[in-house]
């Protein structure tokens, strides 16, 4: 097959996702590779193509043809392997851009939707490994929803020495205010809070804290334990403070789509700081996963649907008077906006890696969150026990010091 | 006539703002002391108006740089221009008795102000009703808050005393079913309710803060009589809307003094609607420029197929137009259905997407060129793209998060309590008066069949704060 393309130094892609249908991982991604998108104040096309697509599941309402009919560059295969070989019998693509978010998978006992992402990556190594090259990889979101697949997932990049860089698009995205975790800083606490269920948003809570936390002093230890809080018991650790109250506020004062209350009196006012009775009236299933880093600093990531509609984060930094705190902006096509920029710094930041070949932050802390998210679906369906997480004791690693979130 | 009593009052004002300037960095915010009393004057008390948003949060507090801020301001009295026409077409108690029809037991005279605001319960709960979108909500917060609900202007001054007895007036007037003129502007009562608080001021001697929201007036004159008014009495006046100080995305401005060739700012809405706002948020840029304001020369506004035309001409740059577009997150047409990206310029779609395009040229004295392009059908958000020698094209999306919260109004409630708080303007009220000239004479030049107009009124100069004003805390 070919290796000739139109431009020998633009790197080749090869994508393989889930689905492509409107407003799905798959199509926010590939469609900024393939169109391009607004980027520091600019129209920005990547100087790369996407060549060749493998689609999991298609059927209504899949887009590949018609992205193909626009971009003939681009060319659908049957198989993984094909995608990554163009139809030949070795590796002939620059670097690989795999979304594993979407499509209709079994679920885990605990309740998780198994997605392909490991199944993807091992039939991507395959070729890598059958060509004797291999090439940077972007994984989007979470690495796999099994722990062993994830754990092997990035010893093996390591091993086979290609860059993996995945995660969501919490980590990268605006923040209002416009602000970064002080590199070296001292913390003793930190929460984040988002809406979502568990087993997907939860994924966005934890990477929101992760960006920030691991530039603490030290870089990141890894976690001890965690521990899952529903229901009541959601409102009586609330009421012991498990986790401060004052980083919730500020957390909170940060969102910009607070609820109004239910109770009479306030539903006719539009921005107000709920009581946290009017909170129990519009969080229904309330979710916290709580747990604690072997340095001591202890996190909180707080599902809270029905408060809010955004992502925000707080954190007790030592030495600054109150806490430190800010909104992960995401524009939302649900109504709020029409395009799903964030998506945006997560492209730029795989092109980063395909053009220099480095990954732009380490997967090690997708590798935790990824942890993370099981723990905390495992201590729910335990019956809200502690876990103890030894597997995640053992990540450690340390930040790119330099920032990757939007701000240009 | 000066007495003796308001040469004191204005003396005492004076140096009173001289004494207070030095503590203006010193954290307005934890100001100490006696709460500041404010009356709010407004057109309609209602869920989601402009009125609503804004009031309230002098009732219940706004978030601020990371806390929810309560503001130390008492708001003792207000007035609902609504309720006040209603009550004046309604039919009096002698018509009504000359009729046969019942009184409402709680209606006075004037069928406002009785009962209310009167009896004060302070924190109680009025019993649950049932609130229709349209239902007045001013007499249901006096109920919880304690505030006078007042029948007219100087009664909300003077919470039915004989004195001032307020120490700033917040007012936001905005289109309830006001009439519009002949080039489609709809008559606000803003200029009104500004004289009715001077002839207060004036009576006694003593003026205090003033915010006006959003334009000064339709009528540019107006505007200028205002703003002379408030320099001659000397009390602090600030104006406008909160596109100026909301968020950025991502966090830039124009650098301080630096030299701006050219700008082009995109949003959306109609005529003498949200133009106004994007128009201010253009200023608010502009005028940090090098000189600061010197004022504007001549306007056109161009619509339809001639925006185009003009585009291609080089009137304005198609470069920062996509400059500025780059920055959207609400590109329509082939976005809605499915969710692709697209450069609205270069692919050519934007004349489909745009029925009824308006382009607002700004010409400047100093030679720096604006147009506003009201793009509605294209995009649902505001940007600006300007083109800064030796800082290439700075752009950023004025960013307003979504109702019904519209935190971008907290931005605005800050900068009004700071003003209030310090008695000095957090920016000049010359930024505003430009503005409202500059929408009165786009309209006109619309009215007269779209030609450039010389515009020797808006030879308006002044100083931008050295500091941005918008947020980013």
Known sequence: MPESTTSAHRPRLAAVITAYKRLLHGQHVVDRFLDGYGWAGTFHHPAMDVVSLYVDQRGEGDLSQERVDRHPTMKIYPTIAETLTLGGSKLAVDGVVVVGEHGTYPLTETGIMKHPHFEFFEQITKVFRDSGRSVPYFNDKELSWNWEWSKQMVDTSRQMGFPLQGGSSLAVTWRVPSVEFPLGATVHEAVSIGYGGMGSYDFHGLETIHCMVERRKGGETGVEWLQTYRGEGFWTAWQQGVWPQALVKAALCRSSTLAPGLVPGSATFTDTFP?????????????????????????TMLLMNGL????????????????????????????????????????????????????????????????????????????????????????????NPESTFWRS | MLTRRRFVEYSALSSAMLAYRPLLHNGWAQTPGRPLRLAILGSVYRYQSQMQTLADRFLIGYPYDGEWHMPNVQVVSVYVDQLARQAEAAPSPYQLAMTGAKVAPSSSAKGIAGGLGREHVVGAQSAPEKLEPMSDLSRARSQQF??????????????????????????????????????????????????????????????????????????????????????????????????????????????????????????????????????????????????????????????????WAAGNAGLWSKDLLSSALSRSDTPLGLTVLDGRTQDLVASGVLPQLVKNPAAYCIEYTDGTRATLLMLNGAIMDFNIAARVAGHGLVSTQFFLPPPPNDAHSACLAAKI?????????????????????????????????????????????????????????
């Not at chain 1, 070949?357 to 679906?377: C, D, F, H, M, N």
């Open chain 1, 275 to 299: 009581t946290v009775e009017q909170m129990r009236a519009l969080v229904p299933d309330p979710v916290a996963y709580h747990y604690q880093h072997r340095d001591g600093l202890r996190c």
């Open chain 1, 308 to 399: 809010v509609r955004d992502f925000t984060f707080a954190a007790a930094i030592e030495g600054q008077a109150k806490p430190f705190s800010t909104q992960m902006y995401l524009p939302m096509p649900d109504g709020r906006t029409t395009l799903a920029s964030f998506f945006s710094p997560l492209v730029y930041n795989a092109e980063q890696m395909f053009l220099t070949g480095k990954a732009q932050y380490p997967i090690e802390r997708t590798l935790l969150t990824s942890g993370l998210l099981i723990a905390g679906v495992d201590s729910a369906h335990q019956g809200m026990q502690r876990v103890q997480t030894a597997n995640l004791a053992a990540v450690h690693y340390q930040p």
């Open chain 2, 146 to 307: 304690g505030f006078r609900l007042c029948s007219d202007i100087p009664e909300a001054l003077r919470c039915g005393g004989d004195r001032i007895a307020v120490d700033a007036v917040l007012t936001i007037v905005e289109q309830d079913d006001y009439p519009s003129n002949d080039r489609g502007q709809i008559l606000l009562p803003s200029y009104d309710f500004f004289q009715q608080c001077v002839e207060v001021f004036e009576d006694e001697g003593r003026a205090v803060p003033y915010f006006n929201h959003r334009q000064l007036s339709f009528s540019f004159e107006q505007a200028q009589t205002m703003v002379k008014t408030a320099d001659r009495l000397r009390f602090p006046l600030l104006a406008g809307s909160s596109l100026p100080v909301t968020w950025r995305l991502p966090d830039v401005d124009i650098p301080l003094g630096a030299e701006v060739e050219e700008a082009v700012m995109v949003g959306v809405g109609a005529f003498d609607g949200m133009d106004f706002d994007a128009l201010e948020a253009l200023q608010c840029m502009l005028e940090r420029r090098k000189g600061g304001e010197t004022g504007v020369k001549a306007v056109q506004l161009i619509e339809g197929d001639d925006v």
């Open chain 2, 417 to 473: 309590e700071q003003t209030f708080q310090s008695r000095n303007a957090a920016y000049p009220a010359e930024r505003t008066l430009l503005t409202t000239g500059l929408l009165e004479a786009c309209l006109q030049s619309r009215h007269k069949l779209n030609q450039r107009l010389e515009t020797p009124q808006l030879a308006i100069s002044y100083q931008p704060p050295a500091e941005s004003q918008y947020a980013r805390n």
